[in-house]
């Protein structure tokens, strides 16, 4: 399994980054995806789910401003964010189970500063 995240980079306090995951070695269209984050000295938490058959949940801190969505053709999982904030600054990673193991993609810093 592998999983490829890329789309970070600086952003501006109420700008938007788009994040991506590409999977591979996985059925992806059958597997529940998820996107977590962790800022320097925090726990890894999670961001944000879409299961197989598109239902979605976030974390209360970015309802309203963050959006996950797939795309099975492509085996590509995506989160939008809109209205960043310097609290959203954190390495974002995706993430998947298989088999009851998790699987992590390699990380992508986001850093919301002016």
């Known amino acids: 399994v592998q999983l490829q995240a890329s789309g970070g980079g600086l952003a501006l306090p109420g700008g938007s980054k788009r994040l991506s995951c590409a999977a591979s070695g996985i059925l992806f269209r059958a597997n529940t995806m998820s996107w977590y984050r962790q800022a320097p000295g925090d726990e890894r938490e999670l961001v944000a789910t879409?299961?197989?058959?598109?239902?979605?949940s976030y974390a209360d801190s970015v309802k309203g401003r963050f959006a996950i969505s797939r795309d099975n053709v492509r085996r590509t999982v995506y989160l939008q964010m809109n209205s960043l904030k310097p609290e959203d600054t954190a390495a974002y990673y995706c993430?998947?189970?298989?088999?009851?193991?998790?699987?992590w993609g390699q990380g992508t810093q986001v850093t919301v500063s002016s």
């Open positions: 993430q998947t189970q298989l088999r009851g193991r998790a699987y």
């Open positions: 879409i299961t197989s058959n598109h239902s979605t």
